[in-house]
T-cell receptor, first 116, second 112 residues
Framework: EAEVAQSPRYKITEKSQAVAFWCDPI?????LYWYRQILGQGPELLVQ????????DSQLPKDRFSAERLKGVDSTLKIQPAELGDSAMYLC??????????????FGPGTRLTVL | KQEVTQIPAALSVPEGENLVLNCSFT??????LQWFRQDPGKGLTSLLL?????REQTSGRLNASLDKSSGRSTLYIAASQPGDSATYLC???????????FGTGTRLTVIP
């Protein structure tokens, strides 16, 4: 069964360092999402891609976060510099194509980031 | 901005009991509402989706209802099992663009 892949699964870093997370969506899924989930809270959308284009990054802290999906397939989310408050689970999801209504989002296992 | 609240934050029940999880949202102009399950340290799995024009959806032992005008949804789990232990999250899509606003979740423990 096709799955969304994410790596690494766990990352520990010191504040002010740079970190990067990778996501490989289900093959053929045009839409890719990055979410941040702070412990005890629900996920919050950071950025949404349609193919290689950003369609929503209104909640992305652009002073330190960046995301790219250069070829419209896999994606990288980067934080530079990392801050203590960035400690969270970073979830990636993909869906076939939201045009015309709902398309189920399939989630990856997430990357657990701890900033010391 | 849409706010989604889930009550209770945690719930423990003995195996076999029926239970109800609650979700409320502040802006009733939604496109759809979904319920997800999240196992510890893992991603989310979609359980049920209710379109704004629908009142309920059923899948096996799960039944989700939607009262859009009052900003509420419930997830009913019948004959609970230890395997149902997980965190249950509701999420609303306001525009149909699949931009989901999530609640904080209810952590369910079913005791054998």
């Amino acid at each position: 069964e096709a799955e969304v892949a994410q790596s690494p699964r766990y990352k520990i870093t010191e504040k002010s360092q740079a970190v990067a997370f990778w996501c490989d969506p289900i093959s053929g899924h045009a839409t890719l999402y990055w979410y941040r989930q702070i412990l005890g809270q629900g996920p919050e959308l950071l950025v949404q891609f349609q193919d290689e284009s950003v369609v929503d990054d209104s909640q992305l802290p652009k002073d330190r976060f960046s995301a790219e999906r250069l070829k419209g397939v896999d994606s990288t989310l980067k934080i530079q510099p990392a801050e203590l408050g960035d400690s969270a689970m970073y979830l990636c999801a993909s869906s076939h194509n939201p045009a015309g209504g709902y398309n189920e989002q399939f989630f990856g296992p997430g990357t657990r980031l701890t900033v010391l | 901005k849409q706010e989604v609240t889930q009550i209770p934050a945690a719930l423990s029940v003995p195996e076999g009991e029926n239970l109800v999880l609650n979700c409320s949202f502040t802006d009733s102009a939604i496109y759809n509402l979904q319920w997800f399950r999240q196992d510890p340290g893992k991603g989310l799995t979609s359980l049920l989706l209710i379109q704004s024009s629908q009142r309920e959806q059923t899948s096996g032992r799960l039944n989700a209802s939607l009262d859009k005008s009052s900003g509420r949804s419930t997830l009913y789990i019948a004959a609970s099992q230890p395997g149902d232990s997980a965190t249950y999250l509701c999420a609303v899509d306001q525009t149909g663009a699949n931009n989901l606003f999530f609640g904080t979740g209810t952590r369910l423990t079913v005791i054998p």
